[in-house]
């Protein structure tokens, strides 16, 4: 009979067939419930009737949508009309039989609908993300794109959501499949120096030809490793900092960030006390920022203490932006000679402790993004373009571009500043580049650190030490088996999903 769970040999271990309302609970216009398992074919037997007929309903030709009168397997009740779409295993999202109910959202829909699978022999509710495990345990996905799934369900901004794509559809898979082969062919030729040795008529120059490719593997790794962790950033959230004296306007500046244009995604605790981190979405990215207001730097210690967390924060940044007032540069209001507003810049920022040591020559300990000059509305008019060139031109931080001018008061200004910070965030984190799927965990890093470091070994091996040479290239090929999920993988996975969502 068509209906007869199938018989695939990796479905002998007669496992149960698993379901869930994979869309969002509550009330909607539509649920849909997952059925994954061999149990499937059976289930749309019993459950699917065609419209106005009280027989049981062929199997919708697969992947094709069908409109069917569900009904209680047992008791022949009529449950809901819904639309109905099954896949033929192993052409489906877990490698089984999957069938996907399309029913109206109704509350009371879905648990009947779920009460009625639960009746059926062998039927059980999915655990979180175990549609995915099951996906995996057929072969439908590797580690990467799981994590990339992962990811992309709890992807919070453009950018995230285009990285975490891009690794769940495998992009990250390939890169390392191609270099594992690479290093597979590479192992089987030195094997087959050390089976024949130099008595057989094996080719010239094997050895050699070996090296020539193990070489360009190891740049490329290389390469790859030196991304700045760009990945990894954006996928946790690129941390801005501010800093600048007491009274520029930093609590200003982050109530104007929080209300215009760019949206609070998530506030959360932060990992020091009295620290809110907020997730702000500037330009697709994803932006935390530590909000310290509740840190007032009034009188001594606490302007030292204050100092030290600024300092600190700046180190951890991955982006960073100095807040001063531009009115307090001024001398009465006006422009003097020459070095007297760039002196002013530098002794506050001196003063907030990130300026130059004095009397050592050495650069500056931290390099703004951008430096924002506050309170423009108190500078003069006829003093502004005067005040913007001195500091560009002479001070060594103020770079072109980097100034930007601000009124917190009025809000001129602010679009500018947003488009200058979105420009400094897709110079540092872009992730486009589709020839070369980002590093997003550390995970993966620690994994091709690993491969790389046997390819540095083989690489300094000699042809006489050919069975030592062929170890490390088992070793690196492994270190790879780890990263996509061939090998040694049970606690990755556990972690892992954990995060998804039942249904999932
Ligand atoms: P913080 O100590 O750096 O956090 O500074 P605040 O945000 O508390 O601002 C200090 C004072 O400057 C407050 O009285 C603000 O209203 C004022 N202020 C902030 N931004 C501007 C601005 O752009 N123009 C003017 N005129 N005043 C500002």
């Known amino acids: 009979s068509p209906f007869s769970p199938s018989e695939s040999p990796d479905q002998t271990l007669a496992r149960d067939t698993i379901f869930a309302l994979s869309s969002g609970a509550g009330k909607a216009g539509v649920a849909v419930i997952r059925v994954s398992g061999p149990g499937v074919k059976e ?39 819904a639309l109905v779409i099954f896949f033929q295993g192993p052409h489906s999202y877990t490698g089984e039989d999957v069938a996907e109910l399309h029913t109206h959202g109704g509350v009371a829909v879905v648990r009947a609908a779920l009460d009625a699978l639960a009746s059926l022999p062998q039927f059980r509710m999915a655990d979180k993300g175990e549609f995915s495990r099951r996906a995996f345990d057929n072969d439908k996905l590797d580690l990467t794109s799981l994590e990339g799934l992962a990811d992309l369900l709890s992807a919070e901004t453009e950018v995230q959501r285009k990285q975490a794509l891009r690794q769940a559809e495998g992009a990250l898979y390939k890169l390392c499949e191609r270099w594992r082969t690479s290093m597979v062919r590479s192992l089987a030729l030195v094997e087959a120096v050390i089976d024949f040795g130099e008595d057989e008529n094996i080719e010239e120059g094997v050895y050699a030809q070996v090296r ?58 932060g ?23 509740g840190i007032r730097e009034s009188g001594d210690t606490i302007e030292m203490e204050g100092v030290r967390r600024a300092k600190e924060r700046l180190a951890q940044a991955d982006l960073r932006l100095i807040l001063v007032d531009a009115h307090a540069l001024l001398d009465g209001g006006q422009v003097s000679c020459h070095p007297a507003a760039t002196d002013r810049l530098t002794s506050t920022l001196q003063h907030i402790g990130i300026g130059p040591v004095p009397g050592s020559s050495s650069a500056w300990p931290v390099n703004p993004d951008l430096i924002v000059l506050n309170k423009w509305d108190l500078v003069p008019p006829s003093a502004r373009p005067r005040l913007l060139e001195q500091l560009t031109r002479h001070h060594p931080l103020a770079r072109d571009g980097h100034v930007v001018p601000l009124s917190c008061l009025s809000q001129d200004g602010f679009t500018a500043l947003l488009d200058r910070l979105t420009g400094r965030l897709r110079a540092a984190f872009d ?18 650190r690993g491969c790389l470091e046997a390819l540095e070994n083989f690489l300094e091996l000699e042809e006489a030490d050919v069975v030592l040479a062929a170890e490390e290239l088992r070793r690196a090929a492994h270190c ?13 996975l556990d972690a892992l999903f954990s995060q998804f969502c039942i249904g999932k």
Do not use: W
């Open 271 to 293: 990992t020091t006390r009295d620290v809110i981190e907020s997730t702000l979405d500037i330009g697709g990215y994803p932006v935390v920022i530590s909000d310290t207001a």
């Open 431 to 448: 992730t486009a580049d589709l020839a070369n799927p980002g590093i997003t965990q550390i995970r993966h890093r620690q994994h091709l």
């Open 43 to 81: 289930c749309l037997h019993r459950m699917t009737r065609r419209r106005h007929s009280e027989l049981p309903a062929d199997l919708p030709k697969p992947r094709r949508a069908a409109i069917r009168t569900l009904v209680h397997p047992t008791t022949g009740d009529t449950l809901d009309h």
């Open 212 to 269: 020539d490719s193990v070489y360009q593997l190891a740049e490329e790794l290389r390469g790859h490793l030196a991304d700045n962790r760009r990945g990894e950033i954006v996928r946790t959230g690129i941390h801005l900092a501010i800093a600048g004296p007491p009274n520029a306007g930093k609590s200003s500046f982050l109530n104007l960030l929080a209300q215009r244009q760019v949206a609070i995604v998530s506030d959360q605790a």
């Open 480 to 492: 790879l088996g780890q990263l996509t999920g061939r090998t040694g993988v049970e606690q990755i």
